[in-house]
Nanobody, 118 residues
């Protein structure tokens, strides 16, 4: 089992920045991938960014503006969001994937609201 706790959401004006943090606890040694997803009402949850080993993946809509980083020593993942746009408004969820003999499991944080508005 992995528990995820997010922090750092809030309201910011267009062009501003926010930094989201996610701390993992529990069976963290089984985590092989961490990332961030977001969801707006009426739409499916979508990938924002993930990191695995030394590689990262970003949604096209955030490339060049968002940066994901992982601190293995602290079992945390950070999402630095710059040049925010109104369309970035969503609930952001931290994700951790674990792998064991029984399969791959996804764990989710409780979500943190990000609002970009004038």
């Amino acid at each position: 089992q992995v528990q995820l706790v997010e922090s750092g959401g809030g309201t910011v004006q267009p062009g501003g920045s926010l930094r989201l943090s996610c701390a993992a606890s529990g069976s963290t040694s089984d985590i092989f991938r961490m990332g961030w997803y977001r969801q707006v009402p009426g739409k499916q949850r979508e990938l924002v960014a993930t990191t695995r080993d030394e590689s990262t993946e970003y949604a096209d809509s955030v490339k060049g503006r968002f940066t994901i980083s992982r601190d293995n020593a602290k079992n945390s993942v950070i999402l630095q969001m710059n040049t925010l746009k109104p369309e970035d408004t969503a609930v952001y969820y931290c994700n951790a994937a674990t792998r064991s003999w029984s399969g791959i499991y996804d764990y989710w944080g409780q979500g943190t609201q990000v609002t970009v508005a004038s």
